[in-house]
């Protein structure tokens, strides 16, 4: 007996294996961290920047709490703000130290 192609294949069971977790974050972590080994306070400033452009943009579409520790969005764009300023300083200060 030849059976119709158009019939979908009978279920087969099969035991459910567990997801492997893929610890993607943890490369984008190290990434992170080498371009900050190499740019310093350049790459703070650039990450800081684009962290506050993207908080603010979300809290202005009206996220007020964050997964981030700091919780509350307005601490978050503090706290990026901060870094950002940190970075200029780093940056002003190595330009400095090239001048003399």
């Known amino acids: 007996m030849e059976r119709d192609p158009r019939q979908a294949e009978p279920a087969r069971v099969q035991a459910a294996a567990p997801e ?3 610890p993607l ?11 900050g080994w190499i740019l310093g ?12 452009v993207g908080y603010w943009r979300a809290r202005r579409a009206g996220l007020l709490k964050s997964r981030c520790v700091l919780g509350d969005t307005r601490v978050v764009l ?5 870094l950002v300023v940190v970075g200029a300083v780093g940056i002003g200060t190595g330009a400095l130290g090239w001048l003399r």
């Open 20 to 22: 492997a977790q893929d």
């Open 41 to 52: 306070p350049i790459a703070l400033v650039g990450f800081a920047t684009l962290g506050f």
């Open 25 to 35: 974050r943890l490369c984008i972590f190290a990434t992170v961290a080498l371009l």
């Open 78 to 82: 503090v706290y990026l703000a901060i």
